[in-house]
């Protein structure tokens, strides 16, 4: 192997590896979660859909996604 086609190797390797962190990183901004005690509604193209203790892929541009509180249910049943 000449060097010139090991730093084109190299170039193309530190190329991919940037890619790949840029997509990780706006996968992550993306990517929002709730919990059991806070949902959130996403709305947008295709309707709305609430989120319980899960998440989903929210587009700031397309979408518009509000968070509600619910509290969880205590350890007591309820006897009536």
């Known amino acids: 192997m000449t060097g ?10 530190i190329v991919a590896v940037i890619v790949i962190a840029i997509i990780y990183w706006v996968m992550q ?30 587009w700031p541009i397309r979408r518009h996604s509000g968070q509600h509180e619910h509290p969880a249910l205590g350890g007591q049943p309820h006897q009536g």
């Open 29 to 58: 901004w993306l990517y929002k979660r709730s919990t059991k005690e806070v949902a959130f509604v996403r709305t947008g193209f295709l309707g709305e859909k609430v989120v319980i203790d899960g998440g989903a892929f929210v």
């Open 4 to 13: 010139q086609l090991i730093g084109q190797l190299i170039l193309w390797l």
